[in-house]
């Protein structure tokens, strides 16, 4: 089987509605959506993201896609995400909620179905000790 290189999503016309034109939908667009949605999930500490994205925050800019991967095959859209869980928190819930607040944003942005959400946990974020001294 052979891979294609899609550089957009062609979105459907919505039900009821006259047909003016295409849309096209790039997939850092749903890498963007699919950042944020993870992000605002209560116990994700963070996603994972390659050198070039941890030397850009560095910077002082905020990379909204970094950890996700998106790939448009002909069953629907795979989404992976991979991100770090805070200590103490259920890594299952976590995970299924990850999942749910991806389908939901995507779907309400764009209106493309997800065919799957892998949720893919790299690391447990441990609270940052402070280091004071009782005098």
């Not at 994972?48 to 941890?54: C, E, P, T």
């Not at 002082?60 to 950890?67: M, R």
Request: net charge negative; hydrophobic share 35%.
């Amino acid at each position: 089987m052979t891979e294609q290189n899609i550089q957009s999503l062609q979105q459907p016309t919505p039900q009821g509605k006259e047909a003016l034109g295409k849309i096209e939908v790039a997939p850092e667009v749903i890498e963007v959506i699919a950042g944020i949605a993870t992000n605002e999930v209560e116990g994700v500490s963070g996603t994972r993201g390659s050198f070039a994205s941890g030397v850009v925050e560095k910077f002082g800019k905020k990379v909204h896609g970094k950890g996700i991967k998106t790939e448009w095959t002909e069953d629907g859209l795979i989404v992976d995400v991979y991100c770090f869980v805070q200590y103490g928190a259920s890594v299952a819930h976590v995970a299924r909620e990850v999942q749910r607040q991806i389908r939901e944003s995507i779907e309400n942005m764009t209106e493309l179905q997800t065919k799957e959400v892998n949720v893919h946990v790299t690391g447990i974020q441990f609270d940052q000790a402070t280091n004071s001294k009782v005098e």
